[in-house]
């Protein structure tokens, strides 16, 4: 027997093939060929309609990327001026800071030459009490 080539064995089988694998012939695959039809219709259809509405999504969503890259770079530019302003603020509190250091600093020497001009007072005030004792003194016995 002689081997038969994959193209002559077609030939001979494809009269069979023809006429016994074909959708009327098997409800099965008539069914699932019309379901397949039906949905590869539909998908086109689908597509075909949301071509316009994906084509305008995209659009839409590029819209929606480009404010909200707006509205970050403004978050980020009050960002950055905040934080400048809270720099300026520490440095204004730190300025504030030495000059309250440096006020009680001169408050304590205020309050030494206070204590000094005070004793100096009491001294002056106990030397003339004793000049006007003496006074007193001198000028009763001058006058007696």
């Given amino acids: 027997m002689t081997a038969l080539s994959h193209q002559d064995s077609r030939r001979m089988y494809s009269w069979w093939w023809d ?3 074909s959708p009327k012939n098997s409800r099965w695959l008539q069914e699932n ?3 397949m039809d039906a949905k590869v219709k539909g998908m086109i259809k689908l597509i075909n309609e949301d071509a ?3 084509y305008s999504d995209r659009v839409v969503e590029s819209e929606e990327i480009l404010t909200l890259k707006k509205a970050l770079a403004q978050v980020e530019a009050e960002k950055e001026a905040g934080l400048i302003q809270y720099q ?3 440095e204004k509190l730190s300025h504030l800071e030495s000059e309250v250091s440096r006020a009680r600093e001169d408050s304590r020497g205020f309050g030494e030459q206070a204590s000094k001009a005070e004793a100096e ?3 002056l005030r106990d030397a003339l009490s004793a000049l006007g004792a003496e006074k007193e003194a001198t000028s009763s016995i001058r006058n007696p």
């Fill in 33 to 35: 060929l019309t379901d």
């Fill in 88 to 90: 300026q603020t520490l």
């Fill in 121 to 123: 007072a009491q001294t």
């Fill in 19 to 21: 006429s016994h694998i």
């Fill in 52 to 54: 316009d509405s994906f």
